[in-house]
């Protein structure tokens, strides 16, 4: 059965100080590691999918980065407006159902 | 474009009755999921639609669950005689197919039930 587990599970940052934030994971045959942002009361919004290990993507101040076992979202000289919960979930084998981590809560105070 | 969108935003229920949660999903997607959300917690996988087929029932909970797509489009979620653990947040996702690259799943923004 696949399985994500996000770490830390919340992270207060002062703006402008870079942090990384992670995603382990077990999967049978990975098709794709996604993250995801989701402020309270929304949706998840999608941000990046991931294939294969080491690639690496960025969207302004993020960048996701994936090995065989995890997956990292750097996030440089964050503002407050990145704050929000983070997830992680992947998609494997011939499954089609994604399996999402708990979530990193973060924090940005100004 | 627009988004996948659900109605109603917010249902209030009393114990035992039914109620029907909506889906729309983004134009020209093809595949169409299902998730429940609890607080603090990442979705979880309740159903998937290829088209109008129902592909994979394998999280829903109990058979007081039930999902039909019947045009390969616009889906609805129903649950019969709620109960109180029914309550939570209820999202729908679609991908415009279930092939890399295509498979990204974009979520609306959910149906919050509660049961009384």
């Known amino acids: 059965e696949d399985q994500v587990t996000q770490s830390p599970e919340a992270l207060r940052l002062q703006e402008g100080e870079s942090s990384s934030l992670n995603c382990s994971y077990t999967v049978s045959g990975l098709r794709g590691l996604f993250w995801y942002r989701q402020d309270p009361g929304k949706g998840p919004e999608f941000l990046f999918t991931?294939?294969?290990a080491g690639e690496e993507k960025e969207k302004e101040r993020l960048k996701a980065t994936l090995t065989k076992k995890e997956s990292f979202l750097h996030i440089t000289a964050p503002k407050p407006e990145d704050s929000a919960t983070y997830l992680c979930?992947?998609?494997?084998?011939?499954?089609?159902?994604?399996?999402f981590g708990k979530g990193t809560l973060l924090t940005v105070n100004p | 474009g627009a988004g996948v969108s659900q109605s109603p935003r917010y249902k209030v229920t009393k114990r035992g009755q039914d109620v029907a949660l909506r889906c729309d999903p983004i134009?020209?997607?093809?595949?169409l999921y299902w998730y429940r959300q609890a607080l603090g917690q990442g979705p979880e996988f309740l159903t998937y639609?290829?088209?109008?087929?129902?592909?994979?029932k394998s999280g829903l909970p109990n058979d007081r669950f039930s999902a039909e797509r019947p045009e390969g489009s616009i889906s609805t979620l129903t649950i019969q005689r709620t109960e109180q653990r029914d309550s939570a947040m209820y999202r729908c996702a679609s991908s415009f197919a279930t092939g890399q690259p295509e498979e990204t799943q974009y979520f609306g923004p959910g149906t919050r039930l509660l049961v009384l």
């Open positions: 134009s020209g997607h093809v595949s």
């Open positions: 639609f290829n088209y109008e087929a129902q592909q994979d």
């Open positions: 979930a992947v998609l494997g084998g011939s499954n089609y159902k994604l399996t």
């Open positions: 991931l294939y294969s």
